[in-house]
């Protein structure tokens, strides 16, 4: 099986690579990318059968992280399967992915054990997420309107890691006016009115 890696942490990638070799003779890994250009060059240069990839990474042009950088996958690569390793607990994120045709989500604190549950389900044709995601997406439908939007939550994601909302709307294609208004709406929803309670919503979250 041809299958490649992509984070923007070295360690990740060295971790991955020896867990992947080292756990079947099977598994090839045929490229490892540390941001999403990287990765869209090495996808481009030849054959996969399964990418294993971070959710936030380096980026700066529309396409290279997050929510954009799947979709962007999915319509290029639309029979890639692909499994999302992420620190986020975000259930509206999540939602997002899974509609970005992501086969599964692992937690990286979770990845020596269920980093092959994950690959043997989407291998088999199924998907797979961790218990405590799928309790978490249970919780985010039974909260219906109060609920974040996918892209909501992206933009709160982006806009607490110090990007501006003029960077943000560069970044993902949309307009100033779009990326303020779902940002405004983000934050109605959660009944915060600063951006400093809006940083201590993301770090008890799990956006930061």
Known sequence: MRIVIADDHPVILMG????????SARFEIVGEARS???LFSIL???PCDLLITDFSMVGEAEGEDGLDMLSALHESYPSLPVIVLSML????????????????????????????????AVVA?????????????LEH???????LSARE??????????????????RTGKSVRTISQQKRDAMRKLGIANDKDLYEYARSTGLV
């Open 16 to 23: 991955l690579r020896l867990g992947l070799t080292g756990q």
């Open 141 to 147: 439908s039974a909260e219906g309107s109060r609920a």
């Open 36 to 38: 999403g250009k990287e």
């Open 44 to 46: 481009a240069s030849g």
């Open 89 to 120: 607990n975000n259930p509206a994120l999540v939602q997002g992915m899974l509609a970005c045709g992501v086969r599964a989500v692992v937690d990286k604190t979770s990845l020596t054990k269920e980093l092959m549950i994950a690959i043997n």
């Open 153 to 170: 939550a992206e933009v709160v994601r982006l806009f607490v890691q110090g990007i501006s909302v003029t960077e943000i709307a560069q």
């Open 125 to 137: 044709g199924r998907m797979y997420l961790s218990e405590f995601t799928k309790k978490q997406l």
